[in-house]
């Protein structure tokens, strides 16, 4: 299938001016947001381009999952909550169009109103929301819910509640967050924000993690059934307050989504093959030319699918923890990605199919451009060269390999960075001039087979340098309570990242998020440069500045050499039984959180 946007060049060239043209908002109530200009979409519409206005309510999907899940509230750092749980049963005031960057309309709320300066935002709710339980979704659930979770939820929640000034109730149904900073995103924060019910949680201690409460939203789905970390099961809501909402018109289709945890990836393939779970989505491109000539796809029960997008690449290799001494020199780092014999590896592992990402915002045209930086983007760094790597400005890629295992060349340049950083080999082992040997620890998911044997060959090209690391391999809730306090070395590391970056830069990179426990910045980076362009690209008015801003940080991410990259794919593989069926039309992110389950549907 070939989703609109790639069959229509001129309408997507059309969608992105009028989405970054920096035209303002009048303060009056509108159907949606967009952080430039006016939503794509009239009052007026139906459904969302990309559904299935008509599709069929019924049957069921099964996913399986590496790991387990400790905790059914995934709204605070302790515990691990199961994936798709605050997805399917909470809801926000307004949601997103995956055709649309930068764009939400209404869902708990009927309206949104802003003035041309964003020092304001006001929602008015919808009249008929409800939750779960029946009982309506009030003024007092909206402000509490931002309440508690910038004061007590994930670290995630609390910068955007540090720039609320106050919050107010304006009318029976409507309230407005007044801002103390100069942040053109915040409307749209807001508008994401989960909505919880109060009285469920008023009298609990909110913070804490597990099994006793098992939470009430106002999503289309509710909790049926779970087994502690084996598997949870989510049911449709026959009575869904929203399901005739614009928004909301052909989502929520099926009536039963599970999802099956085991130990780890390629158990969960094996349950595939056996039906124990009806869709699978595919990371191995070598696996799937290969592997999927079992019964059920001979038979035709299992189709395959491959769902094209045109979002950032995102970042996904091996993060370096600059805390840590081993790793707080930049020449080390470039010795670590000159040491990965990517050509290789890659077609040990994938069949060399997929390509490298070459930068965070590869494949979209947020991506740090080929060549030095130039014009608005060389103006934006050029006041921070001095923090910079000394090549930064200038024209910067990764090492290519021959293809040979040895990798002769790369691992000749690997040396000559460590000798420059003060390291040498002696007696065969890596050492400073104190005779100290370099070593680090790596941590890995035990669940995540593939990123362990990827490791395994990278470990043997650094045993040749005189280094051998520490593989240590934990269940998930060790990885996660580890990563949170930033307790590793390196460790496997993904970020994905969108067509409309904002705030959440912050909570990946920003100085002040470095050693905040939980937040995203794993690699301890803090940089003026970084920190500036994020700042500009939030407060930025017009399309050039922005996609600058974007670039510029891609730049300092990228020539910083935090992370070991790896490879990524510009379309999904996804096998599933062929009662699954998803729309013709395929959104600009393609297979994205809000695609699958949301959008899909099943025929008997």
């Given at each position: 299938?070939?989703?609109?946007?790639?069959?229509?060049?001129?309408?997507?060239?059309?969608?992105?001016?009028?989405?970054?043209?920096?035209?303002?908002?009048?303060?009056?109530?509108?159907?949606?947001?967009?952080?430039?200009?006016?939503?794509?979409?009239?009052?007026?519409?139906?459904?969302?381009?990309?559904?299935?206005?008509?599709?069929?309510?019924?049957?069921?999907?099964?996913?399986?999952?590496?790991?387990?899940?400790?905790?059914?509230?995934?709204?605070?750092?302790?515990?691990?909550?199961?994936?798709?749980?605050?997805?399917?049963?909470?809801?926000?005031?307004?949601?997103?169009s995956l055709d649309e960057?930068?764009?939400?309309?209404?869902?708990?709320?009927?309206?949104?109103?802003?003035?041309?300066?964003?020092?304001?935002?006001?929602?008015?709710?919808?009249?008929?929301?409800?939750?779960?339980?029946?009982?309506?979704?009030?003024?007092?659930?909206?402000?509490?819910?931002?309440?508690?979770?910038?004061?007590?939820?994930?670290?995630?929640?609390?910068?955007?509640?540090?720039?609320?000034?106050?919050?107010?109730?304006?009318?029976?149904?409507?309230?407005?967050?007044?801002?103390?900073?100069?942040?053109?995103?915040?409307?749209?924060?807001?508008?994401?924000?989960?909505?919880?019910?109060?009285?469920?949680?008023?009298?609990?201690?909110?913070?804490?993690?597990?099994?006793?409460?098992?939470?009430?939203?106002?999503?289309?789905?509710?909790?049926?059934?779970?087994?502690?970390?084996?598997?949870?099961?989510?049911?449709?809501?026959?009575?869904?307050?929203?399901?005739?909402?614009?928004?909301?018109?052909?989502?929520?289709?099926?009536?039963?989504?599970?999802?099956?945890?085991?130990?780890?990836?390629?158990?969960?393939?094996?349950?595939?093959?056996?039906?124990?779970?009806?869709?699978?989505?595919?990371?191995?491109?070598?696996?799937?030319?290969?592997?999927?000539?079992?019964?059920?796809?001979?038979?035709?029960d299992v189709v395959k699918?491959?769902?094209?997008?045109?979002?950032?690449?995102?970042?996904?290799?091996?993060?370096?923890?600059?805390?840590?001494?081993?790793?707080?020199?930049?020449?080390?780092?470039?010795?670590?990605?000159?040491?990965?014999?990517?050509?290789?590896?890659?077609?040990?592992?994938?069949?060399?199919?997929?390509?490298?990402?070459?930068?965070?915002?590869?494949?979209?045209?947020?991506?740090?451009?080929?060549?030095?930086?130039?014009?608005?983007?060389?103006?934006?760094?050029?006041?921070?060269?001095?923090?910079?790597?000394?090549?930064?400005?200038?024209?910067?890629?990764?090492?290519?390999?021959?293809?040979?295992?040895?990798?002769?060349?790369?691992?000749?340049?690997?040396?000559?960075?460590?000798?420059?950083?003060?390291?040498?080999?002696?007696?065969?082992?890596?050492?400073?001039?104190?005779?100290?040997?370099?070593?680090?620890?790596?941590?890995?998911?035990?669940?995540?087979?593939?990123?362990?044997?990827?490791?395994?060959?990278?470990?043997?090209?650094?045993?040749?340098?005189?280094?051998?690391?520490?593989?240590?391999?934990?269940?998930?809730?060790?990885?996660?309570e580890r990563t949170n306090?930033?307790?590793?070395?390196?460790?496997?590391?993904?970020?994905?990242?969108?067509?409309?970056?904002?705030?959440?830069?912050?909570?990946?990179?920003?100085?002040?998020?470095?050693?905040?426990?939980?937040?995203?910045?794993?690699?301890?980076?803090?940089?003026?440069?970084?920190?500036?362009?994020?700042?500009?690209?939030?407060?930025?008015?017009?399309?050039?500045?922005?996609?600058?801003?974007?670039?510029?940080?891609?730049?300092?991410?990228?020539?910083?050499?935090?992370?070991?990259?790896?490879?990524?794919?510009?379309?999904?593989?996804?096998?599933?039984?062929?009662?699954?069926?998803?729309?013709?039309?395929?959104?600009?992110?393609?297979?994205?959180?809000?695609?699958?389950?949301?959008?899909?549907?099943?025929?008997?």
């Open positions: 299938m070939t989703p609109a946007f790639l069959r229509n060049p001129v309408w997507l060239a059309a969608l992105c001016a009028s989405v970054l043209t920096g035209q303002s908002l009048s303060a009056e109530p509108a159907h949606g947001i967009a952080m430039y200009g006016t939503p794509a979409l009239p009052p007026d519409f139906v459904s969302l381009p990309y559904v299935n206005p008509d599709a069929p309510k019924g049957g069921a999907i099964v996913f399986g999952e590496p790991g387990g899940f400790d905790s059914l509230n995934p709204f605070v750092l302790k515990g691990t909550a199961p994936w798709g749980l605050s997805i399917h049963v909470f809801e926000t005031l307004l949601g997103r960057p930068f764009t939400l309309y209404g869902l708990l709320a009927e309206s949104v109103e802003t003035p041309p300066d964003r020092s304001w935002v006001e929602f008015t709710l919808h009249p008929d929301a409800r939750f779960s339980d029946g009982s309506p979704v009030t003024i007092d659930d909206v402000i509490w819910s931002h309440e508690v979770l910038g004061t007590q939820g994930h670290p995630r929640y609390h910068s955007v509640h540090a720039q609320v000034a106050r919050v107010e109730q304006t009318g029976p149904r409507s309230l407005r967050f007044t801002f103390n900073t100069d942040n053109r995103e915040l409307p749209l924060l807001l508008g994401l924000r989960p909505v919880l019910q109060k009285t469920q949680w008023q009298d609990k201690p909110f913070g804490e993690s597990g099994f006793a409460t098992v939470p009430i939203g106002s999503g289309a789905y509710r909790i049926a059934g779970f087994d502690p970390g084996r598997s949870i099961t989510f049911e449709r809501n026959p009575d869904y307050w929203g399901a005739d909402l614009p928004l909301m018109r052909g989502q929520a289709n099926l009536d039963t989504i599970r999802y099956e945890y085991f130990g780890d990836g390629d158990i969960v393939f094996e349950a595939f093959k056996a039906g124990e779970i009806t869709s699978f989505r595919e990371a191995n491109a070598a696996r799937w030319a290969s592997q999927y000539d079992f019964p059920r796809v001979i038979s035709g699918s491959e769902i094209p997008h045109a979002r950032p690449s995102g970042i996904a290799g091996y993060v370096m923890n600059t805390r840590r001494p081993a790793f707080a020199d930049w020449r080390v780092r470039d010795a670590m990605i000159h040491a990965f014999n990517f050509a290789f590896i890659s077609e040990a592992v994938t069949g060399g199919d997929q390509p490298r990402i070459t930068s965070y915002f590869a494949n979209s045209e947020l991506a740090m451009q080929p060549g030095p930086a130039t014009g608005l983007e060389l103006a934006l760094l050029e006041p921070f060269a001095d923090s910079l790597p000394p090549d930064a400005l200038e024209a910067y890629s990764l090492p290519e390999g021959d293809g040979s295992e040895r990798n002769r060349a790369n691992i000749g340049r690997a040396f000559d960075l460590m000798a420059e950083a003060g390291w040498s080999v002696q007696d065969g082992v890596m050492r400073d001039a104190q005779g100290r040997a370099f070593s680090f620890d790596v941590v890995l998911n035990q669940g995540a087979t593939e990123s362990r044997t990827v490791f395994d060959y990278y470990a043997a090209a650094l045993k040749r340098m005189g280094i051998t690391p520490r593989i240590t391999v934990v269940d998930s809730a060790q990885y996660q306090n930033y307790d590793f070395d390196m460790a496997y590391f993904t970020r994905a990242l969108s067509l409309s970056p904002g705030n959440e830069q912050r909570l990946y990179w920003s100085s002040a998020m470095a050693d905040e426990p939980g937040a995203r910045n794993w690699m301890g980076m803090k940089s003026p440069a970084a920190d500036a362009m994020i700042e500009t690209l939030l407060t930025s008015e017009s399309r050039e500045e922005f996609t600058a801003a974007v670039r510029a940080l891609d730049r300092v991410l990228t020539t910083g050499r935090y992370v070991v990259p790896l490879w990524f794919t510009d379309h999904a593989r996804i096998a599933h039984v062929k009662e699954l069926r998803y729309p013709e039309t395929l959104p600009v992110y393609g297979d994205w959180p809000g695609f699958q389950p949301e959008t899909w549907w099943s025929e008997p």
